[in-house]
């Protein structure tokens, strides 16, 4: 009987201890993050007996940045020294509840990358990827959301840079939760010299000229006015008399005769 009891004494406290541990386990994921595994769904408990419902895209979800959607197999290149917006969002499907964005380990800190953005009190910096050296935004309550929106900063390049998502839509009575994994890469921003058409001038209308108007008195110049010569006036001749003209008599001189 003594060995019954205490068999029955261990099975117990094995049931409370594992009960205690189930329900801390629950509370963490309810609150925050479990883990912050990367190359997979970043869950415990329940979820770690239970494989992954599919992809992001598959269960209805999106994850953006500036407004793109990152692609799996694809390398997502942003710039250096400027934030950028980081969102995740339902496509179809009509909420979830956990979540958890890990940038992993590149030739750069990944710690601090990753914040909440400016009045998003659904996400806070997963302290449980801080603590195993990377970056991280996760959940920090259990309600139903249909959006969170967080901010990334390189200020050095970072190349080919792991990035894990995982989102948990149910934890309690069912395991289901989604998860991808995408690459982004962070790289000074390049200005390339823009090119540019040559314009051709608009045709340049002259403005009207207005001549300066004077205030001075203006004093007329005197003029000389050139002699007028008068073209005298036509005379009438007077009447021509004609003078009778009287024929003088001629007499002729005597001739006389030369004797022979």
Known sequence: KVRDLRTLFVFNMLRR???LLFIVQTSARSNAPAGCDGGGPAVRGLHSRAS???SIETGGFQVMIDGEALTSGTTTTIATGVDHTVSLQVTTAAFFRGFLIRLGQTEVSTIDTITPAAGEGLASIATVCTT?????LGHNNRSEKTSISGVIRFD?????MPVDVTIVVANRDESIFYHTAYSLTAATAVQVPATVAPVSPAPVTPAP???AVSSAPVTPAP????????????????????VPVTATPTTPAPVTATPT
């Not at 195993?132 to 991280?136: D, L, Q, R, W, Y």
């Not at 003029?223 to 004609?242: D, Y």
């Open 17 to 19: 201890i594992l009960f």
């Open 52 to 54: 992954s419902s599919g």
């Open 132 to 136: 195993a050296g990377v970056g991280g």
């Open 156 to 160: 050095s390049p970072a190349s080919d």
């Open 209 to 211: 000229i207005t001549p």
């Open 223 to 242: 003029t000389t006015l050139a002699p007028v010569t008068q073209a005298p006036a036509p005379t009438t001749p007077p009447p021509i008399s004609e």
